[in-house]
């Protein structure tokens, strides 16, 4: 699931990728915490993952897709009005798992990292078209299933970080500002670790990461060092089977705080956050039935973090708005 503005109203909707349908599910949003019903593009076969970024430099948001039964990645254009054009395929010669979306190269295009099964991530450099090219692989761990692209040293040049859930570590790859990385370094995590989330969680200026251990039921938290490393883990309990995590604040208080969907016992965790690293026990809320993605975004224009849920098994979203 991803949050962007389609229809260029200035109001923040949502984009879900349906497994079972072939397509994805975008949700209109009204500016008051509501969204209209759905409405479907088709998005290849059983995508499994989304985001959304501005793929032609047109200012107009843009759909990708993993499609892991099918071996593919497709980009659906946006059309400015909430609607989006047809799928461009891009077959893969692996099964992908999930992707992020940075300029990787300095030249004013969004690019896109794609991990997948043979333990690999490949980097698709845009031709400013909503076409790529692909111009490197590099390892990974076992079942790279989750990535994200930040800054982790101080030369503001894009970094990547993927959690290898079969390898129980997150490798982060440094970038060198012209498309491609320095071979990995690996940061050991909990059990079957599936997502990270990069933020400053002790107020310092450096970016840190925490992640979701599924295997375990924790969050880990990595401390920054500035020059793109990270120090040994601290772990905090979640719920039952943590499939995705997010960061931000949502109690106002001017510390970043953490929130887990526990996708076996239905519930998401929010970890406030002391604003030195260190984080408190969990409160969790009821979710629908095995909630799998999250999305934190201010969805009713009050200032404050609001939360949306996709919850696989009973096919809903779920929206908390933040009451704090």
Known sequence: MTSGDFNGDTLLDLAVANFGSNNVGVFLGNGDGTFKNQVTFAAGTSPNFVITDNFINNSVADLFTVNTLSQSINVLLGNGNGTFQSPVTNNMSEIPLSLTSADFNGDGREDVAVTSVNNTVNIFLSNGNGTFQNSGTYSTGN???????????????????????????????????????????TYPTGTTPVAVVSNNFNNDTILDLAVANNGNNTVSVLLGNSNGTFQTQTTYPTG??????AAGDVNNDGNVDLIVTNSADN??????????????TQRTYATGTNPQSLVLANFNNDTKLDLAVANFNDSTLRIFLNTC
């Open 143 to 185: 079942i790279p299933i989750n990535i994200i692209a930040d800054f982790f040293n101080d030369d503001l040049i894009l970094d990547l970080a993927i959690t290898s859930s079969g390898s129980n570590y997150v490798g982060v790859l440094l970038g060198n500002n012209n498309g491609t990385f320095q071979n990995q370094a």
């Open 267 to 280: 519930t998401i965790s929010v970890l406030l956050g002391n604003g030195d690293g260190t984080f408190q």
């Open 240 to 245: 039952t089977n943590p499939s995705d995590i």
